[in-house]
């Protein structure tokens, strides 16, 4: 069974910065499009960034200039480099895995997900 576990969530001061890891298994990592979406306390989740199977990305307006995706298919590892942190990046994030990448910014696009890694950002 496909299976994608994230790592490197944390607690981090407004200003920091964390890097987030997805590593995935039981699939053929480079055949997906790989993308990190978030859910803060009460509210839906949203679309923080993607990265094709030809490394193209894109980002939620949110996050641009901030976060970085970038992808490593040997490793089968999708990661979010997350800089300049601010207190309204607080969420749980998750990595997905889409095979057609067609609606990317949609969560019900994606085939599988990881269980999530908390990031906190205090002020």
């Known amino acids: 069974q496909p299976q994608l576990v994230e790592s490197g969530g944390g607690l981090v001061q407004a200003g920091g910065s964390l890097r987030l890891s997805c590593t995935a298994s039981?699939?053929?990592?480079?055949?997906?499009?790989m993308g990190w979406f978030r859910r803060a306390p009460g509210k839906e989740r949203e679309f923080v960034a993607t990265?094709?199977?030809?490394?193209?990305?894109d980002y939620a307006n949110s996050v641009k200039g901030r976060f970085t995706i970038s992808r490593d298919n040997a490793k089968k590892t999708v990661y979010l480099q997350m800089n300049s942190l601010k207190p309204e990046d607080t969420a749980e994030y998750f990595c997905?895995?889409?095979?057609?990448?067609?609606?990317?910014?949609?969560?019900?696009?994606?085939?599988?997900w990881g269980q999530g890694t908390q990031v906190t950002v205090s002020s």
């Open positions: 039981g699939l053929t990592f480079s055949n997906y499009l």
């Open positions: 997905a895995a889409d095979f057609y990448g067609l609606r990317y910014r949609e969560p019900d696009e994606y085939d599988y």
């Open positions: 990265i094709t199977r030809r490394h193209a990305t």
